[in-house]
Structures are given as C-alpha cells and as structure tokens.
C-alpha cells in the first residue's frame, strides 16, 4: 500500500469520446519506474503499438510528475511528457519545470494519460478529481501566453495552472512545444502530437496536499539535500545568480561553443556579448519554480533598437546558442526577441535555430537561392531573418514549411547533398555543446533514446570537471562507453523519474544522488530502496526505451554522428584540431553496448532485459 509521496491515482482521458476514468497507482510500477520518465515510458512501450503513426490517435500523450513533486523537496517541481515523437519517430520524452507539474499532484494524479483524438478543439479541465471538456474554438490561433490568460480569465481563478500550445503545434510543425506558463516541455515534437489530437490546453487546479510516510525521516534526508546545495560552490553563488548562462562562458572557455552551423567554433565567439556579464546587464530579475530554493529563471529585458521592451524568460544556454551562436547573431536583445517569439508561437527554440542556421549555411554556399528564401537574405548574423523565418516555420509558409519539421526532413526535401549539413542524430537536432571536444558528451548525444539530447547523460565530468565518479580527459574517446551509461542511468534514476531538476545533479548532488533518492523515497513514500535498486531504476527506464526503438527499426547506424563530426576538425580556440574520429564513434559504441549488455548492433539482450523484470520486452524483441 502507498503510504505517501503519490496520490494513488492516474487519470486516463479519451478525447474521442470525452470519457475520464481513475486508476490505481500499482505499487509494483512505483517502486521499479518510481514516476516521471520512468511511468511515461513504461505506458508507452505497453500501450502504443509498433508501427505506430505519431500523429495519428494511437499514439498517447502521458504527463507524469514524480513523487518529490509538490513536496519541499528542493528544485522538484518537474514533470515528463511522454509520447512517441513525429520528429524521430523515437520515445520522445520531455521535461519542463513551473507550477503546472505540482499543481497537477495537487489535483490529485500521478499521472494523466491522453488517448484519442477529439472531432474539434478542446481544453481539458481538471479541478480536483473533477473533469471537463471545454470548447477551445474561440482560442484557437491565440499565441500561448494569451491563450493561458484568456482561460483563467473565462474559468474565473487566476491560480490554475495552464499548459498549452501554439500556432506551431495546431500547425502541427514538428518541432512545435508545449508551454506551461512561461515554461517550455520542449523538443521531439509534442506539441505536435498535441496538436493532432485538436487538445489546445490543459488546464489544472488543484487543493490537495501530498502526503508524507514518515515525517522525521522524510524531514532528515530532505535536510542533507539543502546541505549538500548550501555546501555547493556553483548552486547559489553562481546557478541561482546567472541560471544556465553560466554555461556559455565555460564552454567557450573550452573551446565547445557550437556557432554558426558547427562550422566556426572556436573561430567565432560570441561570448562577449551575449555571455554571463551581457545577460547581467539585461537583466531584470529572476523567478523560480514551485518551492525551489534556488532559482535560476533570469528575466531578462532588451533594451535596445527595434526590440526594445520585449521581455523573456531566459533565454536559457541552449537558446543564447541556437537564436545566436548558431546563426551568427550577437546581439542580446535580438535573441531575447527571437526567444520570446518561440515561446509564444510554441516553437522549441533548439531545433527551430538549428534549422535557420542549415538554412543560412546553404545560403550562404548558394544552394538555397532568393528565390527559395522568398527574397529574405538569409545570411549569418540576420537577425531580422531569422525573426521571419521563426513566423514561417510556425505558420508553415515558403521556405519555413520545409524547416519546420526538422533538419532532416528538410535536407531530404531540398537533395543535393545537403544532408551533410544537417546537424541532428536520429532526427533531433544537436544541443549547444560540441562534442568533437568533449566525448562522452558526444557519445550521449549518438546514445539517448531521444535522439541528440544533452538532458539524457549530461557528461558533468567533462563540461564542469565534476571528477564523479573519476575524473576524465574530455578529448579521449576510452572509457567513455561506461561512462555513458552511468550518466545516463544516474540521470534517470535520480532526476528524470523522481522528479528533481537535473541541474542539481550536476551542480551540488553527482557525489550524493543515489544515497539522496533512496533516503527521500523512504521518508516520503515508504517504499525501502536500496541505493542499487533505485539505479536500477535508471538502467530499466534506459532499457525499456532502447527496447522501444529497437520495436520501431532503430540500429547502430542511427547512434552515428553527423558527418562534419567525423571529418571536420574544430578550427579555433582550446579544442582546436579536436574531433570525433570514424573509428573512434565505432569503438566507444562497442563499448558502451558492452558496457550495457546489449548485442554488437545495440539491441538489449534477453539476459539483460530478464535482469531487470522486463522479460515481457524481450519476448517482443524476439518476435519481432
């Protein structure tokens, strides 16, 4: 029985015949998935069937927030959504922060699993066990943050909690996003399948509290955990100061700052202008997620020109790179416009700028024309470009219809070549960090189950000198397959599938994670883990995934990087000459499969897989 930490209760809702039922929570899916992640991809792999069309109503949309949400325990307030993604045709899994993830345990679930497509726009409404399908016809077209008033507006109570989309996701662009305040559940197309399923928003209320198994054991491990923060040289003395900023600045120092299409790092940096002492500058304040001690959300104003007065969230470290650094543009107050446009569209930033920068790259090699631009000069550094082509990707019009579904998408539709320009793996585009100079970075990028994604397996070791659980050279490719996995497992166990913001594992709790989760866990929800057990969890959530892809015809040759990665050495700065040799990809992929257990071609084995209770999955496999 389930003492505390969950509320016992999944809620499934059929939009195609705007039926709701509860569930019970089964105490054998918390302790082996724990939540988050770990419930999202455990339903889908059960109940999306192989071959599945994204965009089509099999295809189920699961918001999971884990048990440390809505609690006291520091940086919780996470949620992962879960579906399989139009963008790569993999799990695609997101997390996002906010009000919105503890507001929907308030409301009573630990889960809520969408199913079906509605026959005409709905909002989803969720007040305290109670459920409702409203109209969404008269906002339909509204941008996200005006989409988010007008509800509570109409639903009288400025306290709900709103998730929604976009123009791109009722577009179905995808790479469109969910947004739930300002906050993005980005990348992997979910606002897309959102979209498909004509759900505009979500929107939630909720008055419960969460309960707690032992309160003085709880108390106790939740205590070491603002320890170990308070006790962090980076957490508040630089995290809750500059948030992901702070990043730029190092990996430029690193020489791993991605600009312009990969094709200038270390050549160009523009870290002068829109690194940590520019982004003070603009600065306004800052904000913070449900009950978090740390606060790392930056608000930021620009101040200058056309864009003078626009005001954003962020831009995060992954925005400063793919709105700037990877198109060529250094002025601040361009990104913070161009970020405040992909929110209110419900454009993921990260793939929208990596497509513009494909863009400019072929442009300025004239491959694309002005004919195909629709007369707009899309060079390096255009800032009014990119601004247009932002709209155009989410309206799908000209030049941004062929964009907006991604860069590999759109390299197969323009040909000549051009697929070797297309920074992605698997069909998502590449993160900020460049890993030809920093490996077990990169070989997390090749491995996650959601394509290239530095949120899986984030290499801390290597970006931050984090010496847990050994310090490594960041340009030796040796070792880094057991590397890999333990991030990657790490991450899952302790971030993804509690929830608790993954910063902190990187920052202040890489020593303390395993010990930390048994420790709340116990406190709060009564179930005993070990520390083993509870990474255990990550390398089962990791499995299961591979297990899915593997269902849907992923191999070896989708763990490959881009070709410039192989070829093309970084030409400037403290990475120079470094990068990513054919022969290295294809050592530390048999290393890291071994590590796993996995076949040569990547494919979990029967042993493994029986290992971890997922034998059902192995007798799929095996059909297949």
């Given at each position: 029985?389930?003492?505390?930490?969950?509320?016992?209760?999944?809620?499934?809702?059929?939009?195609?015949?705007?039926?709701?039922?509860?569930?019970?929570?089964?105490?054998?899916?918390?302790?082996?998935?724990?939540?988050?992640?770990?419930?999202?991809?455990?339903?889908?792999?059960?109940?999306?069937?192989?071959?599945?069309?994204?965009?089509?109503?099999?295809?189920?949309?699961?918001?999971?927030?884990?048990?440390?949400?809505?609690?006291?325990?520091?940086?919780?307030?996470?949620?992962?959504?879960?579906?399989?993604?139009?963008?790569?045709?993999?799990?695609?899994?997101?997390?996002?922060?906010?009000?919105?993830?503890?507001?929907?345990?308030?409301?009573?679930?630990?889960?809520?699993?969408?199913?079906?497509?509605?026959?005409?726009?709905?909002?989803?409404?969720?007040?305290?066990?109670?459920?409702?399908?409203?109209?969404?016809?008269?906002?339909?077209?509204?941008?996200?943050?005006?989409?988010?008033?007008?509800?509570?507006?109409?639903?009288?109570?400025?306290?709900?909690?709103?998730?929604?989309?976009?123009?791109?996701?009722?577009?179905?662009?995808?790479?469109?996003?969910?947004?739930?305040?300002?906050?993005?559940?980005?990348?992997?197309?979910?606002?897309?399948?959102?979209?498909?399923?004509?759900?505009?928003?979500?929107?939630?209320?909720?008055?419960?509290?969460?309960?707690?198994?032992?309160q003085g054991a709880y108390k106790e491990a939740v205590s070491a955990m603002r320890k170990d923060l308070k006790e962090s040289p980076v957490a508040y003395p630089m995290f809750s100061v500059h948030g992901s900023v702070l990043a730029l600045d190092t990996t430029s120092e690193l020489g791993i700052f991605s600009t312009k299409n990969w094709t200038a790092t270390g050549v160009w940096d523009p870290v002068k202008k829109i690194g940590m002492d520019?982004?003070?500058?603009?600065?306004?304040?800052?904000?913070?997620?449900?009950?978090?001690?740390?606060?790392?959300?930056?608000?930021?104003?620009?101040?200058?020109?056309?864009?003078?007065?626009?005001?954003?969230?962020?831009?995060?470290?992954?925005?400063?790179?793919?709105?700037?650094?990877?198109?060529?543009?250094?002025?601040?107050?361009?990104?913070?416009?161009?970020?405040?446009?992909?929110?209110?569209?419900?454009?993921?930033?990260?793939?929208?700028?990596?497509?513009?920068?494909?863009?400019?790259?072929?442009?300025?090699?004239?491959?694309?024309?002005?004919?195909?631009?629709?007369?707009?000069?899309?060079?390096?550094?255009?800032?009014?470009?990119?601004?247009?082509?932002?709209?155009?990707?989410?309206?799908?019009?000209?030049?941004?219809?062929?964009?907006?579904?991604?860069?590999?998408?759109?390299?197969?539709?323009?040909?000549?070549?051009?697929?070797?320009?297309?920074?992605?793996?698997?069909?998502?585009?590449?993160?900020?960090?460049?890993?030809?100079?920093?490996?077990?970075?990169?070989?997390?990028?090749?491995?996650?189950?959601?394509?290239?994604?530095?949120?899986?397996?984030?290499?801390?070791?290597?970006?931050?000198?984090?010496?847990?659980?050994?310090?490594?050279?960041?340009?030796?490719?040796?070792?880094?397959?057991?590397?890999?996995?333990?991030?990657?497992?790490?991450?899952?166990?302790?971030?993804?599938?509690?929830?608790?913001?993954?910063?902190?594992?990187?920052?202040?709790?890489?020593?303390?994670?395993?010990?930390?989760?048994?420790?709340?866990?116990?406190?709060?929800?009564?179930?005993?883990?070990?520390?083993?057990?509870?990474?255990?969890?990550?390398?089962?959530?990791?499995?299961?995934?591979?297990?899915?892809?593997?269902?849907?015809?992923?191999?070896?040759?989708?763990?490959?990087?881009?070709?410039?990665?192989?070829?093309?050495?970084?030409?400037?700065?403290?990475?120079?000459?470094?990068?990513?040799?054919?022969?290295?990809?294809?050592?530390?992929?048999?290393?890291?499969?071994?590590?796993?257990?996995?076949?040569?071609?990547?494919?979990?084995?029967?042993?493994?897989?029986?290992?971890?209770?997922?034998?059902?999955?192995?007798?799929?496999?095996?059909?297949?």
């Amino acid at each position: 029985m389930l003492k505390g930490g969950y509320t016992g209760k999944i809620l499934r809702v059929n939009l195609t015949d705007k039926s709701s039922k509860e569930e019970k929570t089964d105490e054998q899916l918390t302790r082996e998935y724990i939540g988050g992640a770990g419930f999202g991809i455990k339903y889908l792999f059960d109940e999306v069937p192989a071959g599945a069309d994204p965009l089509g109503p099999e295809n189920k949309l699961i918001f999971a927030p884990g048990p440390f949400t809505g609690t006291n325990v520091p940086c919780a307030s996470r949620i992962a959504v879960t579906a399989k993604s139009p963008l790569t045709g993999a799990v695609g899994m997101a997390l996002s922060g906010g009000d919105f993830p503890a507001e929907l345990k308030f409301a009573g679930y630990d889960a809520l699993i969408i199913e079906g497509k509605a026959s005409e726009p709905l909002i989803l409404w969720i007040k305290d066990g109670e459920v409702k399908f409203r109209s969404a016809k008269a906002y339909r077209g509204t941008r996200t943050f005006d989409c988010q008033q007008m509800i509570k507006d109409d639903l009288r109570d400025q306290n709900i909690r709103v998730a929604c989309i976009g123009p791109a996701g009722e577009n179905i662009s995808k790479m469109a996003c969910i947004i739930n305040e300002r906050r993005a559940i980005g990348r992997k197309g979910l606002g897309a399948v959102m979209g498909s399923k004509n759900l505009k928003a979500i929107a939630v209320r909720g008055t419960n509290e969460v309960p707690i198994a032992d309160q003085g054991a709880y108390k106790e491990a939740v205590s070491a955990m603002r320890k170990d923060l308070k006790e962090s040289p980076v957490a508040y003395p630089m995290f809750s100061v500059h948030g992901s900023v702070l990043a730029l600045d190092t990996t430029s120092e690193l020489g791993i700052f991605s600009t312009k299409n990969w094709t200038a790092t270390g050549v160009w940096d523009p870290v002068k202008k829109i690194g940590m002492d520019a982004n003070q500058e603009q600065k306004i304040g800052r904000t913070r997620c449900y009950n978090c001690p740390v606060g790392c959300s930056q608000l930021k104003l620009a101040r200058g020109g056309e864009y003078a007065g626009v005001f954003t969230e962020g831009p995060e470290y992954e925005t400063l790179y793919s709105l700037g650094g990877n198109v060529g543009i250094d002025n601040l107050d361009a990104v913070i416009a161009a970020d405040r446009l992909c929110d209110e569209l419900g454009l993921d930033t990260i793939s929208a700028g990596v497509a513009v920068g494909f863009a400019m790259e072929l442009y300025e090699k004239g491959i694309l024309t002005d004919k195909d631009t629709g007369g707009i000069k899309l060079n390096f550094g255009n800032d009014k470009a990119l601004m247009a082509l932002l709209l155009d990707m989410a309206y799908k019009r000209g030049l941004g219809a062929v964009l907006t579904d991604g860069t590999r998408i759109a390299a197969e539709k323009i040909g000549q070549g051009t697929d070797k320009y297309a920074m992605h793996i698997k069909g998502l585009e590449m993160p900020a960090y460049d890993v030809r100079g920093a490996k077990a970075h990169g070989l997390n990028y090749a491995t996650s189950y959601t394509g290239a994604d530095h949120n899986r397996g984030y290499a801390f070791q290597e970006i931050f000198g984090v010496p847990v659980p050994e310090e490594v050279d960041r340009f030796v490719s040796k070792g880094k397959g057991k590397l890999t996995k333990w991030n990657q497992d790490m991450r899952a166990a302790t971030c993804d599938c509690p929830t608790i913001c993954a910063f902190m594992l990187d920052m202040a709790f890489a020593h303390t994670a395993l010990k930390n989760t048994a420790a709340v866990m116990k406190g709060l929800t009564g179930l005993d883990l070990s520390e083993d057990e509870v990474y255990a969890v990550g390398e089962r959530v990791n499995n299961l995934a591979r297990a899915f892809n593997v269902r849907e015809g992923f191999t070896r040759d989708d763990d490959h990087f881009p070709e410039r990665l192989l070829t093309e050495p970084i030409q400037g700065g403290n990475s120079k000459g470094q990068y990513i040799k054919p022969e290295e990809q294809e050592e530390m992929l048999d290393e890291y499969y071994e590590a796993r257990g996995w076949t040569p071609e990547g494919v979990p084995t029967a042993g493994k897989l029986d290992e971890l209770n997922l034998g059902y999955a192995a007798a799929l496999l095996k059909r297949k």
